[in-house]
């Protein structure tokens, strides 16, 4: 499986085809409309790095979800929201893909591993936490706008272990055999990895996910009600109150699914990402703005849906997925 291809033209799908494609990989971008991908096969995705001034312009082979070439053999990487996640989207896909393709899901949240490997029988699947930052600036342009690290781990994992920035994890490094199809990871990391993104191998994937859920399931929430930047969050003793209440809440119903980490180190660093995203609108905060649906569902609605599964109480999480629920849409 020598092609890549990337499914969703928002920020992360557009920086990742970009940067694939300067790096020399084959790669093409499945976009949702038939005006996007055009666009892009006119223009090309302008690109405006953290390493150059102004923006480029990277050609790329780019098809509308309905329109791509079928059947694909190589890696997908899905870069889709959540909320683009539906059951016709998931037949569509098992009829385009061939049995051997690999899928790369970059989703926030949890809950969206289990669909894919449900109704793609028989594909890799392996799940990416990434802290890339990338805003849309346009139809076919992407800014990056922060350098971040990315995981990769086969889906379902193995047993919790350690991660790895070398090749050892999942991927069979070192010469070693792996079975059939439990080198996706590593082949994705190698092809990240070439086209200038820090990337690690983990074989506790479904621990990582969680971790990014802890903060997601924090900023983005209140964010979203408040209607405030990331680096607002903590910024009143009240705020604070209540983020503390909704990281505790959401860290003891992960712990009770397995989930082993410390408390205070997971505060400090949820503070950290306050910090150092502080002037972005979180994506939630995005989708409430633009009066798209949020994916809140995925998110403290996931939690909830854990709580109930360990005969647990979530009420902080069932507020404020009620609250984000209940926003008027403009
Ligand atoms: O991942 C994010 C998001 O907005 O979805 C954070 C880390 C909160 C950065 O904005």
Known sequence: ?????????????????????????????????????????????????????GEISV???????????APFSGILLVCLKQTAITDELLRELDRKLAKDAGL????????????????????RIAAAVTTEAALRTGESSVRHTGRGETWLGLW???????????????GGAGGQASPAGEDLPRRAAEMLKKAGFSV???????????????INAVINPLTALWRIRNGDLPGSPERLAVMEALHRETFGILRLHGFEADWRELWE???????????????MLQDVLG?????IDALNGAVCRLAREAGAGAPWNEAVTALVKAIPTP
């Open 200 to 214: 690690h191998l983990s074989n506790s994937i479904r621990d990582r996910m969680f971790k990014k859920l802890l």
């Open 269 to 283: 660093e949820l503070l950290r990402v306050c910090e150092k995203t502080a002037c972005n609108r979180s994506s």
């Open 104 to 123: 790369v899901l970059f989703q926030n949240g949890i809950g969206h591993a289990e669909r894919f490997a449900a109704a793609l029988e028989g594909r």
């Open 291 to 295: 009066g798209r649906a949020t994916e």
């Open 59 to 69: 050609p790329m082979r780019a098809f509308s979800f309905a329109e791509a070439p």
């Open 156 to 170: 379902p994992g193995a047993a919790a272990g350690a991660d790895s920035s070398a090749g050892g994890a999942n």
């Open 1 to 53: 499986m020598g092609e890549a291809a990337i499914l969703g033209g928002g920020a992360i799908g557009m920086l990742l085809g970009a940067k694939l494609a300067l790096s020399g990989c084959a790669v093409q971008l499945w976009t949702r409309t038939e005006e996007q991908a055009r666009l892009i096969r006119e223009k090309g995705v302008r690109l405006a790095s953290l390493e150059e001034d």
